[in-house]
């Protein structure tokens, strides 16, 4: 079975970036989304970011403009790149896999993404 392994997470002044992965080991799985997820302390947790199979990216009105997603078919790993990162920003950050044709959900341990002067 997959497993998803999460790094990038840190501290970081208002106005700077971070680039977190996703890294998939295990079994190969076809899936119809892969997604970053975030949750605040308090708050919902938020659909962020999402990558379709076919590689169509969507966002958050939060998120347009600031965040990518992208892959790396060679390392099997996905990124999500975060630039202008705000105090609102901070939270745990999970990355999610829908898979295909079960819709069975896999996710990531979590990294924390602090973001503060």
């Known amino acids: 079975q997959a497993q998803l392994v999460e790094s990038g997470g840190g501290l970081v002044q208002p106005g700077g970036s971070l680039r977190l992965s996703c890294a998939a080991s295990?079994?190969?799985?076809?899936?119809?989304?892969m997604n970053w997820y975030r949750q605040a302390p308090g708050k919902q947790r938020e659909l962020v970011a999402s990558?379709?199979?076919?590689?169509?990216?969507t966002y958050a009105d939060s998120a347009k403009g600031r965040f990518t997603i992208s892959r790396d078919n060679a390392k099997n790993t996905w990124y999500l790149q975060m630039n202008s990162l705000k105090p609102d920003d901070t939270a745990v950050y999970y990355c999610?896999?829908?898979?295909?044709?079960?819709?069975?959900?896999?996710w990531g341990q979590g990294t924390q993404v602090t973001v503060s002067s």
């Open positions: 990558m379709s199979a076919g590689g169509r990216t």
């Open positions: 295990g079994s190969g799985f076809s899936f119809n989304t």
């Open positions: 999610n896999f829908r898979l295909f044709p079960t819709a069975r959900e896999i």
